[in-house]
């Protein structure tokens, strides 16, 4: 089995406005052909996908816990869960009840259950929101989280556990972000899926499952900051045997003119050696293909 993530997708705002003289297709790019290499796809949707509703006055597979599924409030994503079901694509992270947004979404034995630490407000509670969790073990909300992977892992094979956490900036995790994935993966997530920091961050290997902190930004219309490169991620491919891992491989990316595109030259480079830096420093061991243009991340 093979299973693609990317991070942040953003198709709203500016990119929007692209659609509306582009192909759909548009904003993947050159990314397409190895999209089409996986079985499962994955990603965290960072904007409402409805014509409905108004501002919020506040402040195949997708998470849907994060800071911008309710920008347009109820309605508008009450609507997006309509055209989610109506087209046979998995969501997780957010609903219209505490049951919906914590329970996971299941496809050929895969199972992603999606939380987030952002935007409280949105808590699930009486009305539609997001699966909150704060970072802290000691915290009901996250004892529930654990139970709810202990629970979900009788049912799946392999079981992906979806995190939009922390800040917006910085290469390297926060620390309480460390103990937590790790507590996650000891209730039986297969893989931690990361995301929320708009820059990709290093991977680290615990039991020979991999913590992908943060998966970074994949499509967006932000403004590209000089020093850390919003602009710049991975493609993140995961080769499964049965329960187990058995490869994963970064494709380098970079967007450009509201699309993702694969990096090429010098640019590549100044990626690979970024996430290689990163990794280092968790004792991650990697590999760079250089004819195929993948980084492999060593599981053992």
């Not at 050159?30 to 290499?37: E, G, H, L, N, V």
């Amino acid at each position: 089995m093979k299973i693609l993530l990317v991070g942040d997708v953003m198709l709203g705002r500016l990119v929007n406005e692209v659609l509306k003289h582009e192909p759909p297709g548009y904003p993947w790019g050159d990314t397409s052909a190895i999209f089409k290499k996986a079985d499962l796809r994955i990603c965290n949707l960072e904007c409402v996908i409805s014509d409905k509703g108004q501002p919020w006055t506040i402040t195949p597979k997708i998470s849907l816990a994060n800071n911008h599924v309710l920008d347009y409030e109820e309605e508008a994503l009450l609507d997006m869960l309509e055209t989610l079901d109506r087209n046979n694509i998995e969501y997780a992270g957010a609903g219209i009840s505490f049951v919906e947004a914590s329970s996971v979404a299941v496809s050929d034995k895969i199972g992603m259950i999606a939380f987030t630490d952002n935007e409280p407000e949105w808590e699930i509670g009486d009305q539609p929101g997001v699966f909150y969790v704060p970072i802290d073990l000691e915290d009901k909300r996250a004892k529930v989280l654990i139970h709810q992977i202990k629970e979900a892992k009788k049912d799946v094979d392999f079981l992906i556990v979806s995190a939009h956490w922390g800040p917006n900036w910085g290469y390297r995790p926060q620390p309480g972000h460390l103990p937590f994935a790790k507590a996650l993966i000891d209730a039986g997530g297969d893989l931690i899926f990361g995301h929320s920091c708009h820059v990709f961050q290093g991977i680290e290997i615990y039991n020979s499952k991999p913590i992908l902190y943060s998966t970074g930004n994949f499509i967006d219309d932000y403004a590209v900051d000089e020093v850390e490169r919003n602009d710049q991620s991975f493609i993140f491919l995961v080769e499964t045997e049965g329960r187990k891992i058995v490869r994963l491989k970064l494709y380098p990316t970079v967007i450009r003119n509201m699309q993702a595109c694969l990096a090429k030259e010098p640019e590549l480079k100044e990626i690979v050696f970024k996430m290689i830096e990163l990794c280092d420093e968790f004792g991650t061991k990697t590999i760079w293909h250089d004819k195929d243009r993948y980084l492999e991340i060593q599981i053992r």
